[in-house]
């Protein structure tokens, strides 16, 4: 969209009759915007960390994207616009986008259709709808923020200047949009279209100065969509039957020595690597978090050592870990 | 000022690009010329941006102790802000306004729970005043502004402009500290910064929608972090009256606890016997629909309505219970009582200000804070700091100008009591230039002559009985029919209203007399309550209490007329007070057409009127033979007395 383009529509949402002696509220738009956000509670509640976090339906049949973070450590808790509450299941994560799908059990569910193509740049009016602060309880319709995109840029422009494994372009904003509760909640245009997802809170790790910033819907499209259809599922394949000891793969013959399981879901970050193992040939680090095996989430280490017991001892583990903020893919070769 | 409008307007201009584009598709020479549609809305907002910036008021705490925001709503110098903002200050604050003059203004009254205050600016009668808009009516996604002083930046009494939308409406912030509690609030995604509390902020059109006051701050510091809140215009107006009335007011309670039932609807789950809501019947157990004029459908709408409610107020309540719909009126209690109110304020006062020897530590990310709990918008800790600085003793004593002590009189319970004795005095004028006091000329009470009421009529009964009431300074009667009711002990009005007797009348007709006679300073401990509805209905009624013995009297007055429209006596607080309704027509200043005496929300005696005198009291007749009240009354009340029965029972007892 251009700049003249974003003129108009300013001028439209601001007097959409054009006898209208003020600007016109924003209305009906808002409240559409509003009913597709929805509440998810997860983990956190510790300081500093709260356990809630916003989201918004891109399916019909219940789909909610969402930012990947520690809320949905545990099943989350979805509470839609209308105040109906939900347990959600996480069907797809994809760590490089800091996304996160997740269905809960309804249907005919509004949502946001995505867009192949970015729908706004920089200079077009924006409205932020999410749940921040967690000020919406229940049925309460999330809070709804306007303000413009400042930029559409690359945020590692500046290496290591915001911790985020996220590389792709991402939609500057000049409202405070990203506050505590407010990761997961959507940036839609003036046409009432879903223009992004706010991300996770990111500080200057030498200015301390905030971002404001969104993650845009056409980044995220592919993979939502490819989630939704079941193309790109992390869910635990059940039904890959258990080989036996011998036969399967295992942590200690890959090379990796976990640290220590002390906990129901300790996760699965790599303590050392054995030399001259496939780990070591695939420049596995300590301190790497493993997150996927062939494109399952592992959400643990007990849950790694028996998806690698699904694998045959003579095939490739295709792992995909994060190191600090980078996202990658490591191919385990026996 | 048009300046200020101008140059807030591009500035905003500047973040949609427009500037960007103009500059890139015209010569430096040409003019720019915009689009009819944005220069309509441009004009719009530069209109309405300078309807609102004369009310907008800068508060200082004289002396140097902090300040912050008010806006003015009332030509004679009333503006509303916040109590947090006020109480570092006391009664007295200096104000300025956009016109460039600073006013001293003076405490008038304080609801410390619901954060707002009222204060005056002296010197003028013609203040520009904001026009108060709906605030229910107000949606997210509105336009809207904040006006006022943040940072106390205002030192050239130009106040702020910040533009935005509303969030969210119908919010509820929970109590920060002890007292603060924020229901039903605005959600603002408009600038509000420290020293924004206390100031308007507006629709689109520069109508007043409501008091901001508070923000959502957690690790980013204290400022704006986008979300800022704001006390609804609609509960200012439920307790403006209280505010006029120069006290330190209180919120209402249902006296019950309620929960949200999950397939929907607000039930209770906790109720006190000794609440009015008991006595309507709302039990365990029974669903509230509707509460003054409001559709309730979780515990937190009841919460958020409940929150916008003045202690003592009576609204319309309609609730389920056991498959059956009962729409009544309901009695709120207060939220606190008396001195733990004063208690509790005193406690969440300010300390006193830090010496400035002593290192400042106001570096927000320093400060230990509660992740749950939003930080309430204290100026006096903060907004103080900068002010503070370099000065000598914590709390240089400020001398209170004269036509401030003018209007200033400290008692307990009261923030100024002079306010309050000024509505007591537009109240006994208005109860002297009404019926009966306009029927016959007011005579000087005197020894020798008493006078007292007769007053005749009908009962609206078929067939009507004759009624015959006389008042005199120490016996009334009251005869229906050939059955007379007499009182000539005080202890006997408390026990006719405790058994809710037709002749609960004659205590509201007593006090009546007497205050018209006597006037609110003698009649015992008399003053102004503030404003309520009468039956659940507005115009909010004026309401003056007169405590007389064991009794509490109330005079209902329209706030147009000042007429009389209902006498409320309470005798036992945890009973139904009587209720001598007043209905004329017509002529305000008329003969009461009407009197109909209610307890609860039945009517117990309905007279048709048709002569109310002014004699002198040996010229009244008494029967030979006194008759005891209590037990000739009974039989003919059966109802009213059964609507009391449970309510004997004094124990606060959560069932």
Same mark, same amino acid.
């Given at each position: 969209?251009?700049?003249?383009?974003?003129?108009?529509?300013?001028?439209?949402?601001?007097?959409?009759?054009?006898?209208?002696?003020?600007?016109?509220?924003?209305?009906?738009?808002?409240?559409?915007?509003?009913?597709?956000?929805?509440?998810?509670?997860?983990?956190?509640?510790?300081?500093?960390?709260?356990?809630?976090?916003?989201?918004?339906?891109?399916?019909?049949?219940?789909?909610?994207?969402?930012?990947?973070?520690?809320?949905?450590?545990?099943?989350?808790?979805?509470?839609?616009?209308?105040? &109906?509450?939900?347990?959600?299941?996480?069907?797809?994560?994809?760590?490089?986008?800091?996304?996160?799908?997740?269905?809960?059990?309804?249907?005919?569910?509004?949502?946001?259709?995505?867009?192949?193509?970015?729908?706004?740049?920089?200079?077009?009016?924006?409205?932020? #709808?999410?749940?921040?602060?967690?000020?919406?309880?229940?049925?309460?319709?999330?809070?709804?923020?306007?303000?413009?995109?400042?930029?559409?840029?690359?945020?590692?422009?500046?290496?290591?200047?915001?911790?985020?494994?996220?590389?792709?372009?991402?939609? @500057?904003?000049?409202?405070?949009?990203?506050?505590?509760?407010?990761?997961?909640?959507?940036?839609?245009?003036?046409?009432? /279209?879903?223009?992004?997802?706010?991300?996770?809170?990111?500080?200057?790790?030498?200015?301390?100065?905030? !971002?404001?910033?969104?993650?845009?819907?056409?980044?995220? &499209?592919?993979?939502?969509?490819?989630?939704?259809?079941?193309?790109?599922?992390?869910?635990?394949?059940?039904?890959?039957?258990?080989?036996?000891?011998?036969?399967?793969?295992?942590?200690?013959?890959?090379? !990796?020595?976990?640290?220590?399981?002390? !906990?129901?879901?300790?996760?699965?970050?790599?303590?050392?690597?054995?030399?001259?193992?496939?780990?070591?040939?695939?420049?596995?680090?300590?301190?790497?978090?493993?997150?996927?095996?062939?494109?399952?989430?592992?959400?643990?280490?007990?849950?790694?050592?028996?998806?690698?017991?699904?694998?045959?001892?003579?095939?490739?583990?295709?792992?995909?870990?994060?190191?600090?903020? /980078?996202?990658?893919?490591?191919?385990?070769?026996? | 000022?048009?300046?200020?409008?101008?140059?807030?307007?591009?500035?905003?201009?500047?973040?949609?690009?427009?500037?960007?584009?103009?500059?890139?598709?015209?010569?430096?020479?040409?003019?720019?010329?915009?689009?009819?549609?944005?220069? &309509?809305?441009?004009?719009?907002?530069?209109?309405?941006?300078?309807?609102?910036?004369?009310?907008?008021?800068?508060?200082?705490?004289?002396?140097?102790?902090?300040?912050?925001?008010?806006?003015?709503?009332?030509? +004679?110098?009333?503006?509303?802000?916040?109590?947090?903002?006020?109480?570092?200050?006391?009664?007295?604050?200096?104000?300025?306004?956009?016109?460039?003059?600073?006013?001293?203004?003076?405490?008038?009254?304080?609801?410390?729970?619901?954060?707002?205050?009222?204060?005056?600016?002296?010197?003028?009668?013609?203040?520009?005043?904001?026009?108060?808009?709906?605030?229910?009516?107000?949606?997210?996604?509105?336009?809207?502004?904040?006006?006022?002083?943040?940072?106390?930046?205002?030192?050239?009494?130009?106040?702020?402009?910040?533009?935005?939308?509303?969030?969210?409406?119908? &919010?509820?912030?929970?109590?920060?500290?002890?007292?603060?509690?924020?229901?039903?609030?605005?959600?603002?995604?408009?600038?509000?910064?420290?020293?924004?509390?206390?100031?308007?902020?507006?629709?689109?059109?520069?109508?007043?929608?409501?008091?901001?006051?508070?923000?959502?701050?957690?690790?980013?510091?204290?400022?704006?972090?986008?979300?800022?809140?704001?006390?609804?215009?609609?509960?200012?107006?439920?307790?403006?009256?209280?505010?006029?009335?120069?006290?330190?007011?209180?919120?209402?309670?249902?006296?019950?606890?309620?929960?949200?039932?999950?397939?929907?609807?607000?039930?209770?789950?906790?109720?006190?016997?000794?609440?009015?809501?008991?006595?309507?019947?709302?039990?365990?157990?029974?669903?509230?629909?509707?509460?003054?004029?409001?559709?309730?459908?979780?515990?937190?709408?009841?919460?958020?309505?409940?929150?916008?409610?003045?202690?003592?107020?009576?609204?319309?309540?309609?609730?389920?219970?056991?498959?059956?719909?009962?729409?009544?009126? #309901?009695?709120?209690?207060?939220?606190?009582?008396?001195?733990?109110?004063?208690?509790?304020?005193? *406690?969440?006062?300010?300390?006193?200000?830090?010496?400035? /020897?002593?290192?400042?530590?106001?570096?927000? +990310?320093?400060?230990?804070?509660?992740?749950?709990?939003?930080?309430?918008?204290?100026?006096?800790?903060?907004?103080?700091?900068?002010?503070?600085?370099?000065?000598?003793?914590?709390?240089?004593?400020?001398?209170?100008?004269?036509?401030?002590?003018?209007?200033?009189?400290?008692?307990?319970?009261?923030?100024?009591?002079?306010?309050?004795?000024?509505?007591?005095?537009?109240?006994?004028?208005?109860?002297?230039?009404?019926?009966?006091?306009?029927?016959?000329?007011?005579?000087?009470?005197?020894?020798?002559?008493?006078?007292?009421?007769?007053?005749?009529?009908?009962?609206?009964?078929?067939?009507?009985?004759?009624?015959?009431?006389?008042?005199?300074?120490?016996?009334?009667?009251? /005869?229906?029919?050939?059955?007379?009711?007499?009182?000539?002990?005080?202890?006997?009005?408390?026990?006719?209203?405790?058994?809710?007797?037709?002749?609960?009348?004659?205590?509201?007709?007593?006090?009546?007399?007497?205050?018209?006679?006597?006037?609110?300073?003698?009649?015992?401990?008399?003053?102004?309550?503030?404003?309520?509805?009468?039956? *659940?209905?507005?115009?909010?009624?004026?309401?003056?209490?007169?405590?007389? *013995?064991?009794?509490?009297?109330?005079?209902?007055?329209?706030?147009?007329?000042?007429?009389?429209?209902?006498?409320?006596?309470?005798?036992?607080?945890?009973?139904?007070?009587?209720?001598?309704?007043?209905?004329?027509?017509?002529?305000?200043?008329?003969?009461?057409?009407? @009197?109909?005496?209610?307890?609860?929300?039945?009517?117990?005696?309905?007279?048709?009127?048709?002569?109310?005198?002014?004699?002198?009291?040996?010229?009244?007749?008494?029967?030979?033979?006194?008759?005891?009240?209590?037990?000739?009354?009974?039989?003919?009340?059966?109802?009213?007395?059964?609507?009391?029965?449970?309510?004997?029972?004094?124990?606060?007892?959560?069932?």
């Amino acid at each position: 969209m251009n700049r003249l383009a974003a003129i108009t529509l300013t001028v439209l949402f601001a007097a959409s009759i054009s006898d209208l002696p003020a600007e016109a509220p924003l209305g009906t738009w808002v409240r559409d915007a509003q009913k597709r956000v929805v509440k998810i509670y997860g983990a956190g509640g510790l300081k500093g960390l709260e356990a809630y976090q916003s989201g918004f339906l891109v399916s019909p049949e219940g789909h909610i994207a969402t930012a990947w973070s520690y809320v949905l450590d545990v099943e989350p808790v979805v509470l839609l616009d209308d105040g &109906r509450r939900f347990e959600s299941k996480i069907v797809g994560f994809e760590p490089s986008l800091e996304l996160a799908v997740l269905k809960i059990e309804a249907t005919d569910t509004p949502f946001f259709e995505l867009n192949e193509e970015p729908t706004v740049d920089w200079g077009d009016p924006v409205i932020a #709808v999410s749940n921040l602060f967690n000020i919406a309880t229940g049925n309460e319709p999330a809070s709804v923020m306007q303000g413009t995109v400042a930029s559409v840029t690359d945020l590692n422009a500046r290496r290591g200047t915001f911790k985020t494994p996220y590389r792709g372009k991402v939609l @500057i904003l000049d409202l405070i949009a990203n506050n505590p509760g407010a990761a997961g909640g959507a940036v839609i245009d003036s046409d009432g /279209q879903l223009a992004g997802m706010l991300g996770k809170e990111l500080r200057d790790s030498t200015t301390g100065v905030w !971002l404001n910033y969104a993650v845009p819907a056409d980044a995220l &499209r592919t993979t939502i969509g490819d989630i939704i259809a079941g193309r790109k599922s992390t869910v635990i394949d059940s039904a890959t039957a258990m080989l036996p000891r011998k036969d399967s793969h295992n942590p200690n013959a890959l090379g !990796l020595v976990m640290v220590p399981d002390v !906990l129901e879901t300790t996760p699965a970050y790599i303590d050392t690597v054995s030399t001259d193992s496939p780990a070591a040939r695939a420049s596995l680090r300590p301190d790497d978090l493993i997150l996927l095996v062939n494109g399952q989430r592992v959400d643990s280490q007990r849950t790694l050592r028996s998806l690698l017991r699904t694998i045959d001892r003579r095939d490739n583990v295709e792992l995909t870990v994060q190191r600090d903020t /980078q996202i990658l893919p490591v191919t385990l070769q026996p | 000022m048009m300046i200020n409008a101008r140059t807030f307007y591009f500035c905003s201009l500047f973040s949609l690009g427009i500037a960007i584009l103009s500059c890139s598709l015209s010569n430096a020479a040409d003019p720019i010329t915009l689009d009819p549609a944005l220069e &309509r809305v441009e004009n719009s907002r530069i209109e309405s941006v300078a309807r609102a910036v004369p009310s907008a008021v800068s508060v200082f705490v004289p002396g140097g102790g902090g300040g912050g925001s008010g806006v003015m709503i009332s030509p +004679d110098g009333y503006a509303l802000t916040n109590f947090h903002v006020t109480s570092p200050a006391g009664s007295f604050m200096r104000c300025g306004m956009s016109d460039g003059n600073v006013y001293d203004a003076v405490i008038v009254g304080i609801d410390p729970v619901g954060d707002l205050a009222m204060i005056r600016l002296l010197g003028r009668s013609d203040f520009p005043k904001a026009e108060l808009g709906d605030s229910r009516a107000a949606e997210a996604g509105d336009w809207c502004m904040v006006i006022g002083n943040p940072f106390l930046l205002a030192t050239n009494l130009k106040p702020t402009v910040t533009y935005g939308i509303l969030s969210g409406v119908g &919010r509820y912030q929970y109590p920060s500290g002890t007292l603060l509690e924020y229901g039903d609030c605005l959600q603002t995604d408009a600038s509000v910064n420290p020293g924004n509390s206390g100031g308007p902020i507006y629709d689109a059109d520069g109508k007043l929608l409501g008091i901001v006051g508070r923000c959502s701050f957690e690790k980013r510091g204290r400022v704006n972090v986008g979300v800022g809140y704001a006390i609804s215009i609609n509960q200012a107006k439920n307790f403006l009256g209280y505010l006029h009335s120069g006290r330190i007011v209180d919120h209402a309670t249902l006296g019950a606890t309620v929960s949200t039932e999950p397939e929907g609807g607000v039930v209770v789950s906790n109720i006190l016997e000794s609440s009015d809501a008991y006595r309507r019947g709302l039990r365990y157990g029974s669903e509230i629909l509707e509460i003054d004029g409001r559709v309730v459908q979780t515990a937190n709408d009841l919460q958020n309505v409940m929150a916008t409610l003045p202690n003592g107020w009576r609204v319309k309540m309609s609730y389920r219970s056991e498959g059956k719909t009962v729409e009544t009126l #309901v009695r709120m209690m207060g939220v606190h009582l008396e001195d733990e109110l004063l208690k509790k304020m005193a *406690g969440a006062l300010p300390p006193p200000p830090p010496r400035p /020897q002593k290192p400042s530590q106001d570096d927000p +990310d320093a400060e230990p804070q509660d992740p749950d709990a939003e930080q309430g918008d204290k100026p006096n800790k903060n907004e103080n700091r900068p002010r503070q600085r370099g000065q000598g003793p914590a709390k240089p004593a400020v001398k209170i100008p004269q036509q401030v002590k003018d209007q200033l009189v400290e008692r307990k319970g009261f923030a100024n009591y002079h306010f309050n004795l000024a509505e007591q005095n537009s109240f006994i004028d208005a109860l002297r230039n009404q019926f009966p006091a306009t029927n016959t000329a007011i005579k000087p009470p005197s020894a020798d002559e008493q006078q007292a009421w007769l007053i005749t009529g009908e009962t609206d009964q078929t067939p009507a009985q004759p009624v015959t009431i006389q008042v005199a300074a120490d016996k009334m009667s009251l /005869q229906i029919g050939q059955k007379t009711l007499e009182i000539d002990k005080r202890s006997e009005m408390y026990d006719v209203v405790t058994d809710g007797s037709a002749a609960g009348l004659l205590p509201a007709l007593d006090a009546w007399r007497r205050m018209l006679n006597d006037g609110p300073r003698k009649f015992g401990e008399s003053y102004y309550l503030g404003t309520m509805p009468l039956g *659940g209905e507005r115009p909010l009624r004026d309401v003056m209490v007169g405590l007389a *013995g064991e009794l509490e009297v109330r005079w209902l007055s329209h706030p147009d007329t000042g007429a009389v429209e209902a006498i409320e006596v309470f005798a036992d607080r945890d009973g139904d007070p009587a209720e001598l309704w007043l209905l004329r027509e017509g002529d305000s200043k008329a003969m009461p057409s009407v @009197i109909d005496l209610r307890y609860g929300i039945d009517s117990t005696l309905k007279i048709n009127v048709k002569s109310w005198e002014e004699v002198p009291a040996e010229k009244l007749e008494w029967s030979a033979e006194k008759k005891s009240v209590k037990n000739s009354d009974k039989p003919n009340l059966e109802k009213a007395v059964g609507a009391t029965q449970n309510t004997n029972d004094k124990d606060e007892v959560k069932v």
